[in-house]
C-alpha cells in the first residue's frame, strides 16, 4: 500500500500501515489473584490470558520516517498517528 502526497514541490510516501492492540494486567487482575491466592493467575497462564487491560499502536511508515499514535480505540490510534505525521512532516495524510 503505497501513497503519494503532494504538496507544492515536496512530495511524502506512505509506504504502510501497522496496526497492533497491546494487552497488559491491570490492578483489577492483581486483585483477583490475591483473592484467589495465587490460583487466578495459575488458571490464567494456563489459557494465555493476557490481562484485562488493553491499547492500540498505530505506525505509519514514510520515506521520512515512522509515525506513531496510541489510543484506547483503533480509531484514536489512527488520529493520533495522523496527527503526529502532520505535526513532523506538514502533510495531512488518511489513513
Excluded: C, W
Excluded at 44 to 72: A, I, N, P, R
Amino acid at each position: 500500500m503505497e501513497r503519494k502526497y503532494r504538496q507544492g514541490g515536496r512530495e511524502l510516501t506512505v509506504t504502510g500501515v501497522t496496526e497492533e492492540r497491546k494487552d497488559y494486567t491491570t490492578g483489577a487482575d492483581y486483585a483477583f489473584y490475591l483473592i484467589t491466592g495465587g490460583l487466578g493467575f495459575i488458571a490464567d497462564q494456563l489459557t494465555g490470558y493476557e490481562g484485562s487491560g488493553h491499547y492500540y499502536k498505530v505506525t505509519v511508515h514514510t520515506d521520512k520516517g515512522d509515525f506513531s499514535g496510541v489510543g484506547d480505540t483503533p480509531e484514536e490510534a489512527r488520529r493520533k498517528a495522523e496527527e503526529e505525521v502532520y505535526r513532523n512532516t506538514g502533510f495531512r495524510i488518511q489513513i
